[in-house]
């Protein structure tokens, strides 16, 4: 069980949005902790997607946003694309454990 | 451009101590900026931060491993190395290294990773 709750799938036609969740308590997101969220491929190592809640690492298409809203953060993926599809993870501080703490993380699907 | 390795054994016998190095290449693992962790991945399941090393030995692990996970820096040979102790079936994962940019105290992400080794605990 993961301190930071995902959905375990979600899934998009290509050219769709997409969301991606990340819900968290009064320890971690709620106490104004940032979040970072990675993309992670098969086969190869998970890559920074979005830090500090809403940057983008240079590189980052902007179809790529994120934003944080009490309790919980968002992976916004706009125009989607048959590359996307892997698999997401967000991450930030916990108070309680004194770690970095990670999401159960969330398939992406490109229908 | 920096690049991390993972290497060690595959194969890891129960109750023994698993142990892992990664070289960091392309770069210096003397940074200030920078810590260095170790985050796992156990089959069909999500990440898991074991821990992170300051240049200096400066360490911080997660609580649920503290008593067993050790984790060292040589900064001679650009590396910083993993040893897990009593390992079960449980620590069956595949494990990264990975560049942690401390933000500050209650913030920071990894920004560079290794390809990841996986370690299978079994007799």
């Known amino acids: 069980q993961s301190v930071l709750t995902q959905p375990p799938s979600v899934s998009g036609a290509p050219g769709q949005r997409v969301t991606i969740s990340c819900t968290g308590s009064s320890s971690n997101i709620g106490a104004g902790y940032d979040v970072h969220w990675y993309q992670h491929l098969p086969r190869t190592a998970p890559k920074l997607l979005i830090f500090g809640n809403s940057n983008r690492p240079s590189g980052v298409p902007d179809r790529f946003s994120g934003s944080k809203s009490g309790t919980s953060a968002s992976l916004a993926i706009t125009g989607l694309q048959a590359e996307d599809e892997a698999d997401y993870y967000c991450q930030s501080y916990d108070n309680s454990l004194s770690g970095w703490v990670f999401g159960g993380g969330t398939k992406l699907t490109v229908l | 451009q920096l690049q991390l390795q993972e290497s060690g054994p595959g194969l890891v016998k129960p109750s023994e101590t698993l142990s892992l190095t990664c070289t960091v290449s392309g770069g210096s693992i003397s940074s200030a900026n920078y810590y260095w962790a170790w985050i796992r991945q156990p089959p069909g399941k999500g990440l898991d931060w074991i821990g992170s090393i300051f240049y200096s030995g400066s360490t911080d692990y997660n609580p649920s491993l503290k008593s067993r996970a050790t984790i060292s820096v040589d900064t001679s040979k650009n590396q910083f190395s993993l040893k897990l102790s009593s390992v079960t079936a449980a620590d069956t994962a595949l494990y990264y290294c990975?560049?942690?940019?401390?933000?500050?105290?209650?913030?920071?992400?990894?920004?560079?990773w290794g390809q990841g080794t996986m370690v299978t605990v079994s007799s």
């Open positions: 990975a560049r942690e940019y401390l933000v500050g105290a209650t913030s920071a992400f990894f920004d560079i």
